[in-house]
C-alpha cells in the first residue's frame, strides 16, 4: 500500500486535482471542500495517510450531514483526498474547516480547502484567521515549508504521534463503562 511516487507522477496529480475541482464545481454548483493529509515527500499513499483519512472522512460529513451534495475518497500520487460538494456558504464552510483543523486532535495533520463557486480557494485571512503555523515549531507553516526547516522524518513522526494518540483516546474511551442515566 505504501508506493513511492516521482517528482512527475505528483505534478500531474496536482494537476489532475485543479481539473477535478473544476468540473465538480461546474456540475454542482456549490462550494467543495477537499480533505488531504499533510504528509511531506513522495508517500503520501501510505497506511497512516489512509487511516487518518478514514477517520476524518466520516466525521467531516457528518458535521456537514445534510449540506453534503456529493463526496468522493480518490487515492493516487498525493496521498487519499476526499471532495466533497456541500451546500453551504462558502466562509461558513470554511469556518468549519479551520474549526476541525484546530480543535480536533488530527485537525493539525490535515489540509482542508474549501473553494468557492470560481475555483478560488478561500484563505484563513479572509476570515480574520492567522495563518497556520507549524505544528513543530509554531513558526509559520509557509516559512518552515519553504525553508525546508524541519526534516521529512521529522513532519512524519509527528503525525504519527498524532495519530496514535488519537487511537489510544478512542480505545480509552471505548473501555469506559456505561453510565446509566437515573
Keep these: 500500500m505504501m508506493k513511492e511516487y516521482t517528482v512527475d507522477e505528483l505534478l500531474k496529480a496536482r494537476e489532475k486535482r485543479v481539473g477535478l475541482i473544476d468540473n465538480l464545481l ?3 454548483h456549490t ?3 477537499v480533505m488531504r493529509v499533510n504528509y511531506p515527500g513522495l508517500k ?4 497512516l495517510t489512509v487511516k487518518i483519512i478514514e477517520v476524518m472522512s466520516p466525521l467531516i460529513c457528518t458535521i456537514l450531514s445534510a449540506q453534503v451534495c456529493g463526496k468522493w475518497l480518490l487515492q493516487g500520487a498525493e496521498g487519499p483526498i476526499l471532495y466533497v460538494a456541500v451546500q453551504e456558504d ?3 464552510l470554511k469556518r468549519i474547516a479551520i474549526n476541525l483543523e484546530e480543535k480536533h486532535i488530527l485537525g493539525r495533520c490535515l489540509d482542508l480547502d474549501v473553494y468557492n463557486l470560481e475555483g478560488k480557494s478561500i484563505g484563513r485571512q479572509e476570515l480574520g484567521y492567522p495563518r497556520r503555523t507549524c505544528y513543530l515549531c509554531e513558526d509559520f ?3 518552515c515549508v519553504r525553508a ?3 526534516s521529512e522524518h ?3 513522526a509527528f503525525i504519527e504521534e498524532k495519530y496514535t494518540e488519537y487511537r489510544d483516546n478512542m480505545h480509552d474511551r471505548a473501555h469506559e463503562p456505561r ?3 437515573v
Design 154 to 156: 521529522e513532519v512524519v
Design 31 to 33: 462550494p467543495l471542500l
Design 179 to 181: 453510565r446509566e442515566l
Design 90 to 92: 462558502v466562509l461558513a
Design 26 to 28: 461546474k456540475r454542482y
Design 141 to 143: 507553516v509557509h516559512y
Design 44 to 47: 503520501k499513499m501510505n497506511p
Design 148 to 150: 525546508r526547516r524541519h
